[in-house]
């Protein structure tokens, strides 16, 4: 799946570049929805980026039970206030986001007992955005590994 939308994304943006390393060969335990929050962040990560050839990085690899899905981005990196937000959950009327589309990643994320988180990059140049979701082996049933909705704002 990833591999697709990664495919979508350099005929949409032929200007970009993108690297991706699948380092596991397990499955997420999630919906079919869950490539659009990886076009999203894929989109992010070109679209905000003002430099000519925009370069990103897809890792895929196993962490315990979990699969982690890693973008990142060498452009001007996110702002700390859309950071906040999503970090926390809330938004007022002096700190707001600028959009839907990390509150769709949040939201397609969380329903299926994962987490995202979204930084600047150390080093200051860029965005990491990163996405965990139950792994699931094959032949191993989703009931074994389902996990409810993550409730990670309170």
Avoid at 55 to 67: C, F, L, P
Avoid at 73 to 93: C, F, K, W
Avoid at 121 to 146: M, Y
Wanted: aromatic share 6%; proline share 4%.
């Amino acid at each position: 799946m990833v591999m697709d939308v990664i495919a979508t994304h350099r005929k949409e943006y032929p200007d970009a570049a993108f690297d991706a390393r699948i380092e596991t060969d397990r499955w997420v335990c999630a919906g079919t929805e869950l490539d659009v929050a990886i076009a999203e962040l894929l989109t992010n990560a070109v679209k905000h980026n003002p430099g000519s050839t925009p370069h990103v990085d897809v890792t895929v690899r196993d962490d315990d039970g979990w699969i982690e899905i890693g973008i990142t981005d060498d452009g001007p990196g996110i702002e700390e206030m859309e950071q906040r937000v999503v970090t926390t959950g809330s938004e007022t009327a002096l700190e707001h986001g600028s959009g839907l589309g990390l509150w769709l990643v949040n939201w397609i994320v969380t329903q299926y007992g994962g987490s995202f988180k979204i930084s600047s990059r150390d080093g200051g140049d860029g965005t990491a955005a990163t996405v965990r979701l139950p792994a699931i082996e094959e032949g191993e049933s989703v009931e074994s590994v389902e996990r409810g909705p993550t409730v990670l704002f309170r």
